[in-house]
């Protein structure tokens, strides 16, 4: 916090303070002018003189009229420059004295100032109180401004208010340095964090990359394996290890996916020209819903990237997957949340390998249940969370069943798009690593630690907020954080593992 002062005044300053100087100062001139005046009348009387000597002189010597008007001059003129020089001598000696009391009077003031600052009181040789000076002061901030005089159409402040805005100034600067060096040292934190990370992430990659992926079949289950997966996968592995992971059961191939996107163009293409199309085991209405719900999810597909909207890099590829889709699963058709996990693979994988993993991740039993919309067998999943919600959070569960708060109205929306759409996608991606190792119990699992992780704030909650809080997560979700409350919530009820508790709800619905 730094301030000036200009000395610059917007008046003349008072000479009250120094009377001996303002008398010197017109004693002087006084003195001056009637030294010019005593002078102005002797060279008028010398002038007389000369003038009456030289006829004199001419008489007796008998000398022509003109030499003696000629000395007469001669000597006028002499007297006329000796009385200018005398007179321009004391005009500088006038403007010398006065620039040099204006000097010692700006001199003056300055000490006085200096010397009231300096000792915080007044003096008897100061002027008094309520007579202040009109200076111009330019604060560069507002805090500077406890530390300076107050305008001159304002009451001086008292000394005891002066210190204690001194003293207010200085804890302000004292807290705000505080503050510098806490933000810098959380700078520092951070980044050092982010180094870490980044070296652990390169580790792994060469891990990954080296002795991993090499022997895929024979270590993708060691406990090594296990737990660097659960640490989560450096970005340039992440697609590799998903496509391995997930497999491909179906047997599809680039040129499937090649076939399937062309009849999907011919399709729209038709469709669009002719607004029907052969029938082929779905009706018009089906289809004309599918090509508005890709079109309408599509732009709604992380909107705050805006690639995948359109006029964005991965609009088209997006909407190629989808489409093809479509037309590879009339039976399944499109269903609104799709293009989220679509999405998803695309940024981690190639057009068709994405395609691949796309078709083999839905056809997993839990996906295609809730894909399918089985309402049977979504109650099925929903009754095997409550055990697993009930055993692990069981003041939570209370709140809920008293808030008749069912999992159907929060675990629809994160199953369908696979936690993409609740979660940041990087964390999303951290989930995804670790639901490719093991399946759908963990992406209920995730579910528990979510719940884990706001609990207190949920059983503060009623039905509404609590419904919203959880469809609308906050978008300031740590992973470490996370992931450390999904390790507390152990998938076990009694000596029941979540493949079981899962299997028998599955026979009690008779699926």
Request: proline share 5%; aromatic share 12%.
């Amino acid at each position: 916090m730094t301030y000036k002062i200009s000395l610059r005044s917007h008046q003349q300053p008072s000479y009250s303070s120094v009377p001996p100087l303002v008398f010197s100062l017109s004693l002087f001139l006084s003195l001056s002018l009637s030294l010019s005046l005593s002078l102005s009348l002797s060279v008028s009387l010398s002038i007389c003189r000369s003038l009456s000597l030289s006829l004199a002189v001419s008489f007796f010597l008998s000398l022509p009229v003109s030499a003696t008007l000629g000395l007469s001059f001669s000597l006028s003129l002499s007297l006329c420059l000796s009385l200018s020089l005398s007179l321009c001598l004391s005009v500088c000696l006038s403007v010398w004295f006065l620039w040099r009391f204006r000097f010692l009077m700006y001199l003056q003031e300055y000490e006085a100032r200096a010397g009231k600052a300096g000792s915080g009181g007044t003096s008897p040789t100061q002027p008094q109180h309520g007579r202040r000076k009109n200076l111009d002061f330019e604060p560069l901030s507002t805090t500077a401004l406890i530390l300076e005089d107050r305008p001159s159409n304002l009451p001086a402040k008292p000394v005891e208010e002066a210190q204690r805005h001194r003293q207010e100034y200085d804890e302000m600067v004292a807290e705000a340095k505080k503050r510098e060096l806490k933000e810098a040292q959380r700078k520092r934190k951070e980044m050092k964090e982010r180094f870490k990370q980044e070296d652990s992430i390169a580790n792994a990659m060469v891990v990954w990359n080296h002795d991993i992926l090499p022997n895929w079949d024979n270590m993708r289950n060691t406990r090594r394996v296990r737990e660097l997966w659960w640490q989560g996968l450096p970005p340039n592995v992440r697609g590799k290890v998903w496509s391995l992971a997930i497999g491909n059961e179906l047997n599809i191939t680039p040129e499937l996916y090649d076939i399937f996107l062309s009849r999907a163009k011919e399709r729209w293409r038709s469709f669009s020209e002719t607004g029907s199309e052969a029938d082929d085991g779905a009706s018009l209405a089906d289809r004309e819903s599918s090509l508005d719900l890709i079109k309408l999810d599509i732009s709604r597909t992380f909107p705050p990237l805006f690639i995948f909207q359109k006029g964005g890099p991965y609009h088209d590829l997006l909407h190629s997957v989808l489409g093809a889709y479509t037309c590879y699963r009339p039976d399944v058709g499109y269903v609104q949340g799709m293009s989220f996990i679509a999405a998803v693979l695309i940024l981690n994988l190639d057009e068709a390998d994405a395609f691949i993993a796309f078709a083999n991740l839905l056809n997993k039993p839990c996906q295609l249940a809730f894909f399918r919309v089985d309402h049977d067998l979504m109650l099925k999943y929903f009754a095997a969370f409550e055990v697993f919600f009930e055993e692990n959070l069981p003041r939570l569960f209370n709140h809920f069943q008293n808030s008749n708060l069912t999992p159907d109205l929060y675990l629809i929306d994160w199953i369908f798009t696979l936690y993409s759409k609740s979660l940041p996608l990087d964390v999303a991606c951290r989930v995804w690593d670790v639901f490719c190792r093991d399946g759908e119990e963990f992406l209920f699992r995730t579910g528990l630690g979510i719940l884990r992780l706001y609990e207190d704030v949920l059983l503060q909650m009623d039905f509404i907020h609590s419904a919203q809080f959880l469809t609308r997560l906050p978008e300031d979700i740590d992973s470490d954080r996370l992931f450390a409350c999904i390790a507390a919530m152990p998938m076990l009820n009694g000596n029941k593992k979540w493949s079981q508790v899962s299997s028998s709800k599955h026979k009690k619905t008779g699926k």
